[in-house]
C-alpha cells in the first residue's frame, strides 16, 4: 500500500472511503486517485451531462460519490466510463410511477452513467505511469474483466490487471467489441470473465456472458470464466473475505470458456439447465475444435499456398515473393465456401455460415493467423529475379551473395532486374556524369547506405545527410531517380517537404505512413515549402528516431525509419539555422550540367539519350544491375569510412547566404565563432548598418529632429528573412546564428551606459580585401541590391509624379557606382545583371533583352532611366542637391539619349527613340513578339489592337491567338516578329 488506510484524502468523505478501502479491499492510493465526494447537484448534472437551467431541474436525490478513470494509452484523465453512486439508492419510475421487479420488491437504481452517451469501459488510475500502455504491449499479461469500478480497484489492488464494465452486455455493440476492450483482447491474451455469484441466476446476464465470451475468443484471446463461491457475491467481498492469495490461486482456476459451457450450458431462452436437457433446433451444433469452421475455411481455402499477413491484408506466396491479395477477392471466395458448406443442427443440416458476419470473421481470423512481425518484412538487401541478394556483416565488413528466394524470408516484391557481377557499368557512367566525381562518390554512398541502413547507423558515429538536389532542366535528376525506383521497386518513396510540414503543423500522421519499410525517399517535386531547418519530423526521419505514423484504417503505431532522403529543388531552399547545425543533417548534390542533342562540353552540356527519361527497359536491363554493384562496393566504404561531404559545404553555405542575408554580412565582415570572442550589440549593429549602406539596402537619412536614421530601400528576397532595423533586434537574431554564442556585459566607457550587453564565444577576423576579385564582388552586390530596388519601385511609374523621385534617385545611384567601378569590376557587374539564373532577372524593360546584352550596364541603365520617364522633369537628387533630370543624365555620361521619340497626332503609329535598337514604326494591326522578361507572355506573338498613354508610359493593347482578353505592354517592349517566325506561320 502506498499510504496509510486511516489517511482520508480531503476530496472523499471518510463513509465513501470506507466504503472503498475498507468494505472492498482497495489500496488507498487508487481510491484517491479515482474517488470523489459530490455534493453540489450541479457538479452531479455535469458529470452525468445533464445539464439544465430549468429550475427545480437539477439532480434532486442528495450526494454520493463519483468515480472516474484514465485514457489506456495516455493516461489522460478522461469521464468516459465514470459512474456516480448516490448515498441511497433511486427508485426507478416509469410513466411517474414507481417501478417494481415481478417479486414484488421495488426496483432501485444504484449507479448512475453520463446520459446520452454510449456506456464505455473504466480504466482505474493505479498510479504507476503507462500502466494500462504496458499492459497493452505485454499480450503474456491476463486481463480480469469485472462488472464495477470498485471490483476493478480490488482486482488491482491484488496485482491483477482488471478492466470494469458498467454491465455484462456493454462489453460489446451489435456483435462487435467495444475498441477499448477489443485493443486488449488480442491473439493468445488470457481473458478472465470475473462477474458476481448470481450470475447463473439471471438468464439474461448468463446468455450476454456467452455472448461476450465468443466475441473475445474470436478475436484470439484464451477466454477463461471465473467462478465464485455462492457465499460471496463478487470478487471484492471475496477478496476481503478470503484474502489476497487466496484470489490470485483462484484466478489460476479460473474454468476455460469450454468448460464454463459444459458445465452450464445456454438454452435459446437463457436457462442454465444441464446438458442433457438442451436440445433445441435453434441450438448450433458446436463442433469439437478440429472441425470449428474458420478451420475448416481455411484448411479448404488456403492450404495449398504460403499465405502471410501484413497492415491488415493478406499475402499469397508467388515463387518469388508475396504478392497482397485483394481483400474482396478474397471475401468473394470465403462467402463461396460459407454458402456450400452445411451445418448439422438438432434436426437438421442447414446452411448456417452464410453470413456476412461468418464471413469477416473467417477473413479476421485469417488476418491473426497469418500475422508476420513489420520488422521481418522486406529484410535487407534485394530481392531479384534471379535470387536474393543477402548482406551479411563481419564487423563492418559487409559480404554478399545471391541466395535461393525462400517463402520463408517474407519480400513483399520483387525487383525487375537479374543481380549480374559483371554488368556493364558504361551506359550508368553516362547518366552519372551529370554530376561532378567527388559527389558521384557522395550519391552513391549514400544510396549504399540505403541497402542496410540500420547496420550502417551502428558503425558510423556520423548520420547520413539528407541530399538536397540542385539543379534546373534536363540534368539527369528524374532518371537517376527512376533507376533507383527500378533497382527498389518497392521501397522507393516520395516523402515530400510540405508532406512534414503537414506532420508538423496539422498533426496529420498519415502523410509519411509511406516511410514504413521504404529505403529511399526521392522526393521529386519540392518547389513551395517553409523554413527547412525548422521541421522537427524531418530531422527525427533524417536520424532514424521513433516516428508515429498512422495509414488508413489501422490506428497509430511507431516505426524507426531506415530510409535515406533525396530532395529535388529548383530554387534554394529556406535554411536560417547555424551552418553547424544544418550541415550535420543536409548536404547539396549540384546538377549543372544539362544534357541535350550535339551537346558542348565547353558549356557543361552531355549528350542527351531518350532512353535515360523515357525507356524503363533500358533502365532496368543496361542502368541498374551496374548501378547495383556500384553501391555495394560503395557500402564497404561506408561502413569504414563514413561519407565525406567536405564538397558540398560551400554549396550549402552559399545557399545559407542566399537565404539569410545576415550569414551573408557575417561571411563579409568575418564574424565567426572564436573561443574567446566577445562582441558587444552596438558593435555588431554598427558594423551591420554601413554593411546594408554599402550593399544598397539602406540610406542614411534626416528625420523631423534632425537625427541620422536608416532608411531601409528593400527586404531581403526570400520570405521570412528580414532586415534588422535597430539594435534592439541584433541580440535575438544573432544568437540563432550562433546557438553557441553566450550573453554577456562588458562596462562602457559611455557616460550613463554602465555596462553594455554581448555576445560572447564569437569575434570578428580579418578580411583581406585587397585582391580586384573581392572588389568586383563588392560592387557586383552593391549593383545588383540597387537594381532590385530598382524593380521593385517600378509601380510607381503609374502614379504621380513626385512617386518616380525615389526611383530616379535609385538609378542615379546605381550609375554613379558602376561609373567609380574599375574595368574589372565592371566586368564583373555585367556578367551579373546579365546572368541566365532565375534569382538575378531584374525584369527591367530591354535589360535582358538580346540587344542589350552587348551594351555595358552602364549605357543600358542609362537608357533605362530614359526609357521609364520621357516626358518627366521633376528635380531629383544624387547627393542632396537638386537638378533638373537633363541635367543629371548629362553628368551621368556621354551615352545618355533621348525620349523614346517623336509622337505623331495619330494614335495609330508609335516611333521607338534610341531605347529600341529596332527603331521601327508600329501601328495597328501590325504583328509584334513581347521582350520582357519574366511576364507570361514573353517571347510570344500578338496582334496590336490599340495605343494609348498613361502619364509617362506609352502603351500598346496586344490581342494573343486564343486569350479572350487583350493584355497592356509597354511600347519598349514590342519588338518585329522576326522573318523566320513570319514564315513558319
Not at 455484462?168 to 475498441?179: A, E, P
Not at 463442433?287 to 475448416?296: G, T
Not at 550569414?663 to 565563432?673: H, S
Amino acid at each position: 500500500m502506498t499510504q496509510d488506510k486511516n489517511i482520508c484524502p480531503n476530496h472523499i468523505h471518510r463513509t465513501h472511503f470506507d466504503e472503498w478501502v475498507k468494505a472492498s479491499g482497495v489500496d488507498p492510493q487508487i481510491t484517491s486517485l479515482n474517488v470523489k465526494s459530490l455534493v453540489d447537484p450541479c457538479e452531479i448534472d455535469d458529470l452525468l451531462n445533464r445539464n439544465t437551467n430549468r429550475r427545480w431541474q437539477h439532480w434532486e436525490h442528495g450526494p454520493g460519490w463519483a468515480v472516474t478513470g484514465v485514457e489506456p494509452r495516455t493516461g489522460n484523465l478522461t469521464y468516459e466510463g465514470s459512474q456516480f453512486k448516490p448515498d441511497d439508492p433511486v427508485h426507478r419510475q416509469a410513466d411517474g410511477k414507481p417501478k417494481f421487479k415481478r417479486d414484488g420488491s421495488p426496483d432501485y437504481q444504484k449507479y448512475f452513467s453520463a446520459s446520452n452517451t454510449e456506456a464505455t469501459p473504466l480504466f482505474l488510475d493505479t498510479g504507476i505511469p503507462d500502466y494500462w500502455l504496458n499492459i497493452l504491449d505485454k499480450p503474456t499479461t491476463r486481463v480480469l474483466i469485472t462488472e464495477g469500478a470498485k471490483k476493478a480497484g480490488a482486482a488491482l489492488t491484488c496485482g491483477e490487471a482488471c478492466i470494469s464494465l458498467p454491465g455484462v452486455s456493454n462489453g460489446q455493440r451489435k456483435g462487435r467489441l467495444k475498441k477499448a476492450l477489443a485493443q486488449y483482447c488480442t491473439l493468445g491474451r488470457t481473458i478472465v470473465l470475473a462477474f458476481d455469484s448470481d450470475l447463473f441466476l439471471n438468464p439474461n446476464v448468463c446468455k450476454a456472458l456467452d455472448k461476450l465470451g465468443r466475441l473475445i475468443a474470436a478475436q484470439g484471446s484464451v477466454v477463461k470464466v471465473l467462478v465464485l463461491p455462492v457465499e460471496t457475491k463478487g470478487i471484492d467481498d471475496f477478496i476481503v473475505a478470503q484474502g489476497q492469495e487466496a484470489f490470485r490461486k483462484l484466478v489460476d482456476e479460473a474454468l476455460t470458456f469450454e468448460e464454463w459451457k459444459e458445465a452450464y450450458p445456454i438454452t435459446p431462452r437463457g436457462k442454465s439447465l444441464p446438458k442433457s436437457a438442451s436440445s433445441d433446433k435453434e441450438t448450433l451444433y458446436v463442433p469439437p475444435a478440429e472441425d470449428n469452421y474458420i478451420l475448416q475455411a481455411k484448411r479448404c481455402l488456403y492450404s495449398n499456398t504460403r499465405w502471410i499477413s501484413y497492415n491488415k491484408n493478406l499475402y499469397r506466396w508467388t515463387g518469388t515473393h508475396y504478392e497482397q491479395a485483394d481483400p474482396s477477392e478474397e471475401k468473394q471466395r470465403i462467402a463461396a465456401w460459407c454458402a456450400s458448406t452445411s451445418v448439422m443442427t438438432s434436426y437438421d443440416w442447414e446452411y448456417r455460415y452464410a453470413t456476412a458476419t461468418h464471413v469477416e470473421n473467417i477473413y479476421n481470423w485469417l488476418l491473426l493467423d497469418f500475422g508476420v512481425a513489420r520488422t521481418r518484412i522486406n529484410p535487407p538487401g534485394i530481392n531479384c529475379l534471379n535470387g536474393r541478394l543477402t548482406i551479411d556483416w563481419e564487423g563492418n565488413k559487409p559480404t554478399w551473395q545471391l541466395n535461393p528466394h525462400n517463402p520463408d524470408i517474407p519480400y513483399t516484391y520483387c525487383s525487375q532486374f537479374n543481380f549480374d557481377p559483371n554488368a556493364d557499368p558504361s551506359n550508368c557512367d553516362r547518366l552519372l556524369a551529370c554530376l561532378a566525381p567527388e559527389q558521384q562518390e557522395i550519391l552513391l554512398k549514400t544510396l549504399a547506405a540505403s541497402l542496410d541502413l540500420a547496420t550502417i547507423r551502428q558503425y558510423q558515429k556520423d548520420r547520413i545527410r539528407a541530399l538536397l538536389c540542385k539543379g534546373d532542366g534536363s540534368n539527369g535528376k528524374d532518371a537517376l531517380r527512376e533507376a533507383v525506383s527500378q533497382l527498389y521497386s518497392f521501397g522507393v518513396v516520395s516523402a515530400s517537404i510540405s508532406d512534414f510540414a503537414v506532420y508538423d503543423q496539422q498533426g496529420r500522421k498519415f502523410t509519411l505512413a509511406k516511410l514504413e519499410g521504404a529505403r529511399v525517399s526521392w522526393s521529386s517535386e519540392n518547389s513551395n515549402f517553409n523554413q527547412l531547418d525548422s521541421l522537427e519530423t524531418l530531422k527525427k526521419a533524417i536520424t532514424g528516431e521513433p516516428l508515429d505514423i498512422e495509414p488508413k484504417f489501422i490506428n497509430e503505431y511507431t516505426i524507426n525509419p531506415v530510409a535515406v532522403f533525396l530532395f529535388n529543388i529548383n530554387k534554394s531552399p529556406n535554411l536560417q539555422a547555424s551552418l553547424e547545425a544544418i550541415q550535420t543533417r543536409y548536404a547539396v548534390l549540384s546538377f549543372n550540367k544539362t544534357f541535350k542533342k550535339n551537346a558542348d562540353p565547353s558549356k557543361g552540356e552531355l549528350e542527351a539519350d531518350p532512353r535515360f527519361r523515357y525507356d524503363p527497359d533500358f533502365i532496368r536491363k543496361e542502368i541498374v544491375p551496374a548501378l547495383l554493384n556500384k553501391m555495394l562496393v560503395a557500402l564497404s566504404v561506408v561502413a569504414r569510412e563514413g561519407i565525406d561531404y567536405s564538397c558540398t559545404d560551400q554549396a550549402l553555405s552559399d545557399i545559407q547566404r542566399d537565404t539569410n542575408h545576415l550569414w551573408a554580412f557575417c561571411q563579409d565582415v568575418g564574424l565567426d565563432y572564436q573561443p574567446n570572442g566577445q562582441v558587444s550589440v552596438r558593435e555588431i549593429w554598427e558594423r551591420l548598418s554601413q554593411w546594408y549602406i554599402d550593399n544598397g539596402t539602406a540610406l542614411l537619412s534626416r528625420n523631423n529632429k534632425g537625427n541620422e536614421v536608416l532608411q531601409f530601400l528593400c527586404d531581403p528576397p526570400h520570405r521570412g528573412d528580414k532586415n534588422v532595423k535597430g539594435e534592439n533586434q541584433v541580440f535575438q537574431r544573432f544568437q540563432g546564428l550562433f546557438p553557441k554564442a553566450k550573453r554577456g556585459k562588458v562596462n562602457s566607457e559611455e557616460e550613463g551606459k554602465k555596462n553594455r550587453v554581448t555576445l560572447d564565444g564569437i569575434g570578428f577576423r580579418e578580411i583581406k580585401q585587397s585582391s580586384d576579385e573581392s572588389k568586383a564582388s563588392q560592387g557586383k552586390a552593391v549593383v545588383r541590391q540597387l537594381v532590385r530596388q530598382l524593380v521593385r519601385q517600378q509601380g510607381a511609374l503609374r502614379e504621380e509624379s513626385k512617386a518616380s523621385k525615389p526611383i530616379v534617385a535609385t538609378l542615379v545611384q546605381i550609375l554613379e557606382i558602376y561609373s567609380k567601378l574599375s574595368p574589372d569590376e565592371q566586368l564583373a557587374v555585367k556578367k551579373t545583371l546579365f546572368s541566365e539564373s532565375e534569382e538575378d532577372q531584374t525584369g527591367l524593360p530591354g535589360f535582358r533583352s538580346a540587344h542589350s546584352k552587348d551594351q555595358l550596364p552602364y549605357d543600358c541603365l542609362t537608357n533605362c532611366l530614359t526609357t521609364a520617364l520621357p516626358n518627366h522633369s521633376p528635380e531629383i537628387s544624387a547627393n542632396g542637391a537638386t537638378a533638373p533630370i537633363e541635367d543629371v543624365s548629362d553628368n551621368l555620361g556621354s551615352n545618355v539619349t533621348g525620349g523614346i521619340g517623336n509622337t505623331t497626332n495619330d494614335n495609330s503609329v508609335k516611333n521607338f527613340g534610341n531605347s529600341n535598337p529596332n527603331k521601327h514604326k508600329f501601328k495597328v494591326g501590325d504583328r509584334v513578339q513581347i521582350d520582357c522578361p519574366g511576364s507570361k507572355y514573353h517571347g510570344k506573338i500578338g496582334t496590336i489592337t490599340r495605343f494609348k498613354q498613361d502619364h509617362a508610359l506609352q502603351l500598346a493593347d496586344i490581342r494573343f491567338p486564343r486569350v479572350s482578353r487583350a493584355w497592356e505592354a509597354q511600347i519598349s517592349w514590342l519588338r518585329p516578329v522576326p522573318p523566320e517566325q513570319s514564315n513558319q506561320e
